[in-house]
């Protein structure tokens, strides 16, 4: 391990988490906050406002679908190797308003080669599930720090 590289895990999840912070222009527009980081977790959280309802005055699933777009795209960089989604789903369970805040945590279910699978929960402020993603990841051969991946 160089100087430069976190000494464990969860180190380098935060350093990535650090790098990414005020570098996602859609995440800043929508308010998007990051919470915490661990390897292949992450947990993100976006209030609601006014500007993200849909023609019926609950929250746009384009809003939703952005907040587990973004959780899942710390989770699967966590351990220092560019990761990209390469298919995800959605299912909306219940809506939500303006003056919710919703908070998306997500979790490596698991993988094979280059390949991995990231659940994604979305939860208002009374716990209430309101969508859960499911992100299919692919791992490139390079690296989010310009370092070795952390073995």
Do not use: W
């Amino acid at each position: 391990m160089t100087p430069e590289t976190p000494e464990t895990p969860q180190a380098l999840a935060e350093t990535i988490a650090e790098s990414f912070n005020g570098r996602h222009t859609l995440d800043k527009l929508l308010n998007i906050e990051f919470i915490s980081i661990g390897p292949g977790t992450a947990t993100m959280k976006m209030p609601i406002t006014v500007d993200l309802v849909n023609v019926y005055g609950s929250t746009h699933g384009g809003a939703v679908f952005a907040l587990a777009d973004a959780v899942f795209a710390y989770a699967c960089n966590s351990q220092n190797v560019v990761t990209v989604a390469s298919g995800c789903s959605i299912e909306y369970l219940a809506p939500s308003f303006p003056g919710d805040v919703l908070t998306a945590t997500a979790t490596f279910q698991g993988g094979r080669g280059r390949q991995g699978i990231y659940d994604i929960m979305i939860t208002n402020q009374d716990d209430k599930l309101i969508a859960t993603f499911r992100g299919k990841s692919h791992a490139t051969k390079q690296t989010v720090l310009g370092e070795p991946p952390h073995e």
